[in-house]
């Protein structure tokens, strides 16, 4: 059964760094998305994607952080200068169609020294 | 705003019990909604989903979830609870916009006395 892959599954960064986190949706889906999970909390909306743009964002989303759809497979998400707020679950997610249900993948921790 | 709201943040039950964890919504519409489940260190899984139909659904991992429009619940359930089944457990409703974003709740740890 095909599913969304997500690199690294840990990532430590020191505050200030660029990271790059990577996922790779499942081949036939056409909407793309990110979620982080603060620990402790619940899982929050960060970006969606779709058509080679972004759909929406949430007041979260601001200009440290970028999305990419480089190569037709892979998904990025980028944060330019790390916080240590930026510490947390981020989970790729992907779906079909408008409607259909999202499949998420495994998650990249992040931590922020 | 749509909203979702788990009112137990913790739940214990003894393994054979039966199970039932509680979701409200608040959407205008009718709404899409959905069950994952959060295994320590993994990803989310998707448990089972309400999209239209049957208000009762069927899931995975033998658990069940039934819609009631007129008290914007969709409350998990499962007969036997299992050892394995400990995890945190979220609902989550699909947003009216055009991404159809998943706006989750707070969830609901499950732990399971042996």
């Known amino acids: 059964e095909p599913e969304v892959t997500q690199t690294p599954s840990h990532q430590v960064t020191q505050m200030g760094q660029e990271v790059i986190l990577r996922c790779v949706p499942i081949?036939?889906?056409?909407?793309f998305y990110w979620y982080r999970q603060i620990l402790g909390q619940k899982v929050e909306f960060l970006v969606s994607?779709?058509?080679?743009?972004?759909?929406?964002k949430s007041e979260i989303f601001d200009d440290q952080f970028s999305v990419e759809r480089p190569d037709g497979s892979n998904f990025t998400l980028k944060i330019r200068s790390t916080k240590l707020e930026d510490s947390a679950m981020y989970f790729c997610?992907?779906?079909?169609?408008?409607?259909?249900?999202?499949?998420f993948g495994p998650g990249t921790r992040l931590t922020v020294l | 705003a749509q909203s979702v709201t788990q009112p137990d943040i913790h739940i214990t039950v003894s393994e054979g019990a039966s199970l039932e964890l509680r979701c409200n919504y608040s959407?205008?519409?009718?709404?899409?909604l959905f069950w994952y489940v959060q295994s320590p260190g993994q990803g989310l899984q998707l448990l089972l989903k309400y999209f239209s139909g049957d208000t009762l659904v069927q899931g995975i991992k033998g658990f069940e979830a039934e819609f009631k429009r007129s008290q914007s619940s969709f409350n998990l359930r499962k007969p036997s609870v299992h050892w394995s089944d400990a995890a945190e457990y979220f609902c989550?409703?699909?947003?009216?916009?055009?991404?159809?974003?998943?706006?989750f709740g707070q969830g609901t740890t499950l732990q399971v006395k042996p």
């Open positions: 994607f779709y058509n080679n743009e972004i759909s929406e």
């Open positions: 959407y205008g519409a009718t709404p899409y």
């Open positions: 997610a992907s779906k079909r169609g408008r409607t259909d249900t999202q499949y």
């Open positions: 081949s036939n889906h056409l909407y």
């Open positions: 989550a409703v699909a947003s009216s916009s055009n991404t159809g974003k998943l706006i």
